[in-house]
């Protein structure tokens, strides 16, 4: 039986504390060596108790939770959950520590009254004991790249991307390989609701060459046009409209736990672009995606998985390549260029 996983939770409110704490209690393969309540508390249990997950609250009186992270990751690299509430500066904040290398982000409950507050992070928190943060790709791979042509040498008329865990970092080194004049892009990131809008404001800053922004309902997309699935209760979808296409959003349940859902957006587009499209599945949890990405490869569409070496979590690329769905695997660094080049389909 493997040793469970030691946590540290570093949360200021000792409710929040005792609740995450609760969470963890029910499962047997974790066990909480420590509770701080600021990042002083913090420094010395890191040191005491060497915990394998740190959960960390964004927002805490005197050193906050992004400082605190830069000196995690640059002194002692350990895998970090953020524990972020859900408020405009929270979301901000949450994508900024992403972007620094934390492993993923959870949601804090507007409320606590009733069920579990924190279901779901424990999985989270299991998951990131079995990442390698010090052993991360660098944000802009150092390996030899592909030649990246300034143009599209192929007709692709829609691409669409599924993400989830690592995806805030390797969207942005995808997208950012991109030039003005690409096709429109959906992409479909398992972030909560709020959370996708800031990332959406994020990559569009930092990537000028595109317009990038959260997918609207009925929006016509047009060239050099990225638009993110925004979180909440609603799936985005693509559908024909006047020679191009539009994005839909569709209110349904959760899909592989997921809304908005990676296979919900690939199956439309299998249907309404077939080989006029090209599919691309990022690092992430779980299979979403991987059987939509499949049905896109049978319309006819180009399809592409990250590899096992440059993904945070190889879980749904991984699932993608082992049921065909992928024609091309590529590793990080070398999607964008992948994406652009006809021959290495």
């Not at 390989?177 to 404001?201: D, R, Y």
């Not at 096992?308 to 769905?325: L, N, Q």
Request: hydrophobic share 45%.
């Amino acid at each position: 039986m493997e040793k469970p996983v030691k946590v540290l939770i570093v949360d200021d409110s000792r409710t929040m504390r005792a609740l995450i704490r609760r969470s963890f209690d029910q499962q047997p393969e974790i066990v909480v060596c420590g509770e701080a309540a600021n990042p002083i508390e913090a420094r010395d249990l890191i040191i005491q108790d060497q915990p394998d997950v740190i959960t960390l609250d964004v927002e805490m009186p005197g050193m906050n939770g992004l400082q605190f992270l830069e000196k995690i990751m640059r002194l002692r690299p350990i895998p970090v959950v953020m524990v972020s509430s859900l408020t405009a500066r929270g979301a901000d904040t949450a994508i900024t520590a992403l972007q620094m290398g934390a492993f993923d982000c959870f949601p804090k409950p507007a409320s606590v009254v009733g069920g579990d507050a924190f279901a779901g992070l424990a999985r989270l928190v299991i998951q990131a004991a079995h990442s390698h943060p010090d052993a991360r790709p660098p944000r802009r791979s150092a390996e030899p790249v592909l030649h990246r042509p300034k143009t599209w040498g192929d007709s692709i008329g829609l691409v669409a991307i599924g993400a989830s865990t690592g995806g805030v970092e390797a969207l942005g080194e995808v997208l950012s390989g991109f030039p003005e004049q690409s096709p429109p892009v959906i992409v479909c990131q398992h972030m909560p609701a709020l959370f996708t809008a800031s990332f959406a404001s994020s990559l569009d800053r930092k990537i000028p060459a595109l317009s990038i922004c959260e997918a609207r309902d009925g929006e016509v997309l047009t060239p050099g046009a990225v638009r993110i699935a925004p979180g909440g209760d609603r799936h985005t979808v693509v559908e024909r409209r006047d020679g191009g296409y539009a994005t839909r959003l569709v209110k349904s349940p959760p899909v592989n736990g997921h809304c908005p859902s990676v296979d919900i957006l690939f199956d439309s587009v299998a249907r309404q672009a077939g080989k006029d499209a090209l599919g691309i599945i990022l690092t992430g949890m779980g299979r979403d995606g991987a059987e939509g990405l499949l049905a896109m490869r049978h319309a006819g569409a180009r399809t592409i998985a990250q590899d096992k070496a440059s993904a945070v979590v190889y879980g749904m690329p991984r699932v993608a390549a082992e049921i065909g769905a992928a024609a091309r695997i590529v590793s990080l660094g070398q999607i964008s260029a992948a994406a652009m080049t006809s021959q290495m389909y």
